[in-house]
């Protein structure tokens, strides 16, 4: 048995070597054989498969060509470079003899892109967001990121249930039809959104502040209440700016969660955020190294005090104001920072605004891009500074502003960049979003002055390219018609002046409160310029032609003394100076305006008149405004009375509220008609306040009081007009609804003292609409 298992052990030990000197010599022959094929060249390469692809182009992605070896490396990279191009759906590399075969199958030729079951979102639209475009190569991997895409697009718009399936439709010559068809199923609302931690806001008053809304019957025109994940990192930024802007310094946002429902039908947002404690200004200082400057003098331009409530948004507008102000004084180059330096002991913080020169730089050059419609030549005129300019951030920011305010573009940007030639100059680069600056109008709606009424209008505010304004309007009244064309060159012979001509034709049926009908043809000629960026001055010469018709038998004499027409030339001039912070929707800041007009140039009117006005607008709280307003004019005539179409008739929407329309005028005491005055005054004082309804519906509104009154021509006879200096005061409240379908404006007035004589009109009442 013993001999057995030795005779055993030697056959496995012989077949084991044996077994090693086959494997080595298996080795030595492959390695042989790769040797060998190394050595042999390629004598040709052979492209099969293509059919719209050239051979040059195949052979062009490869990494081997004829008289090189067969390297298995290199036909390896070969191969990952035509799949790299995807130009092919599969391809092979094989060898015939020292012919090395190319083998490719190309992919199709995209035919046409198409959507259908899309009735929310516009095909242009999508088809801007796919990347497959006609003639260009059908991949799957195209494909599959174009339903991404199309998805996206869909969730942007509240619908996360849409569901995009692509189908291929095979056509001759390689070419295929991509269909997307699109389930864009229903839209996914806001149900709810939530805030944990705040203790010193309400979640209405947070809510608030925010650009998502919760999902409101009213909102049926509004796409806030549907999940945007950009619009909520957008309403983080807007947390933490509310929150320090009111004090909290501290303020963190620790988490925002949005969780879709089951069903996929509704998203539930919530925020957590920690207030941290509020903090106040305990000290004010600067600090500077500008040799010869004392730095007291900017304390006038602090936007807030010690004592206030710190405000982040304040500290920051301070900065500009201060950066304006040194500039001043020739310090073109200087950098103000804020340094903040908080005590938590206390709750409260110190700022120093340490001002140094800043470094020397530049303007080098200003590039303009993206304006394919818009003139260059009227963007740079907006610049308050050119080539060769001391760099000023506070001009740029003013010409951003100037920019935007053209009402050009959809937005307009400015950066600066480092110049590649000399490290002390910058590139000023203007990036700006046309919009449409046409318009076409059809409207129609309601006014207590001019009853009911049709409009149209068709304008063009940036006329070629070169920034002029153009308009014709049309408006039928049941009381009148109003027919004007208009046109402006805001920059006249290249200059910052604004020129402009008017043609008008009006008609006025005043027969309610005067007797008559009125009727006036003509133009006038409008040049206006700016001393700075607040005061402003025009000039307008008008001529026109006022007919008085249709007098009633039985009314005033002074009416009827008035019958036929006149002629009136007349030259005027405005001075402007406006410190508000918008001319739309002011809410600080204040306006002056004053100005002369004569007549007597010729034509049968010959009058001086003199007006002045000016509002003052206080902040006094989030939706609070304060503004205080009036207006004085005086006119005398020349030689002769002033003409009734020339006078002050005081009352009505846009003056006196709770009077008629010449609801406050000397009245002959037989027919009770509205003569007209040769002075009047009227102030108001009114606070506009919310009507705690969400933002987005539009609802505002103001309590008012209204003082005014008006003065008597000589030519009027005491004893046959019934007139009274004595001032009138009415009271009230006015609506105002910014509907969807055109703003709408209730005025309920109370005139508290008039006279029995006046024309009084407790609602007056107006809304139009456009489409």
Known sequence: ????????????????????????????????????????????????????????????????????????????????????????????????????????????????????????????????????????????????????RIQNVYRRSGRYAASIEPKIIQREQNRVDVVFEIDEGPVTYVSKISFNGNK??????????????????????????????????????????????????????????????????????????????????????????????????????????EGDWYNADAVENTVQKLTTKVGTFGYAFVDIKPDVRRDPDNHTVSIVFNISEGPRVYVERIEIIGNLRTLDSVIRREFRLIEGDPFNAAKVR?????????????????????????????????????????????????????????????????????GQQISLNAELAQYGSEYDVSFTEPYFLGRELAAGVDLFHITKDLTDYSSYDYETTGFALRMGYNYSEELRHGWKYTLRQDKISDVESDASTYIKEQEGTSLLSMVGHKLVYDKRDSTLDPTEGYVITGGNDVAGFGGSNRFLRTDVAGAQYFNLADGYVLGLGGRVGY?????????????????????????????????????????????????????????????????????FVDVGTSGKFDSMDSSQVNYSASPRMAIGMAFVWKSPMGPINLSLGYPLVKQSYDDTEVIQFNFGTRF
């Not at 209440?225 to 909520?232: A, F, G």
């Not at 203007?430 to 409207?443: H, N």
């Not at 709606?445 to 390219?465: C, D, M, P, Q, R």
């Open 200 to 305: 010193h806001y309400s979640s209405g008053k947070l809510r608030d502040q925010l650009l998502t809304k919760e999902e409101a019957w009213y909102r049926i025109l509004s796409s806030t209440d549907t999940y945007d994940p950009q619009r909520m990192s957008f309403d983080k930024e807007k947390l933490r700016r509310f929150y320090l802007a009111h004090g909290y310094a501290d303020f963190t946002i620790e988490s925002a969660v949005a969780e879709l429902s089951s069903d996929r039908s509704s998203f539930f947002l919530t925020f957590t955020i920690d207030e941290g404690e509020r903090y106040s200004v305990s000290k004010i200082d600067f600090e500077t190294t500008l040799p010869n400057f004392d730095p007291s003098v900017l304390r006038e331009d602090l936007t807030f005090a």
């Open 398 to 466: 003013r010409t951003q502003q100037r920019l935007n305010n053209l009402g050009f573009f959809k937005k307009a940007e400015i950066t600066n960049e480092p110049s590649v030639t000399s490290p002390d100059k910058v590139v000023l680069k203007v990036k700006v979003e046309e919009k449409s600056t046409g318009s076409l109008m059809v409207g129609g709606g309601y006014s207590s002055e001019k009853g009911a009424l049709v409009t149209f209008g068709i304008s063009e505010n940036n006329l070629l390219g070169r």
């Open 635 to 703: 006119m005398a005539g020349l030689g002769r009375d002033v003409k009734i179409a020339s006078r002050y008739f005081l009352g009505g929407e846009k003056s006196m509220r709770g009077f008629a329309t010449a609801g406050i005028s000397p009245r002959d005491k037989a027919t009770n008609d509205a003569l007209g005055s040769n002075w009047m005054t009227y102030e108001s004082v009114e606070l506009s306040f919310p009507l705690g309804t969400p933002e987005e519906l539009g609802l505002s509104a103001k309590a």
């Open 1 to 148: 048995m013993k001999l057995k298992r030795d005779g055993d052990k030697r056959t496995m030990r012989a077949k084991g070597l044996m077994g090693f000197v086959l494997l080595a010599a298996l080795t030595l022959g492959l390695a042989g054989t790769s040797e060998a094929l190394a050595q042999v060249v390629i004598g040709s390469i052979r492209v099969e498969g293509t059919q719209r692809i050239e051979e040059a182009t195949v052979r062009s992605y490869l990494a081997i060509k004829e008289g090189d070896p067969f390297d298995g490396d290199r036909i390896n990279k070969s191969l990952k470079g035509l799949f790299a191009t995807g130009l092919f759906a599969d391809a092979k590399i094989l060898r015939d003899g020292d012919a090395l075969v190319v083998t490719v199958v190309e992919n199709p030729i995209v035919n046409r892109v198409a959507f259908e079951g899309n009735r929310r979102i516009k095909d242009e639209n999508l088809q801007s967001e796919v990347q497959l475009r006609p003639r260009s190569v059908y991949t799957r991997t195209r494909v599959l990121a174009d339903v991404e």
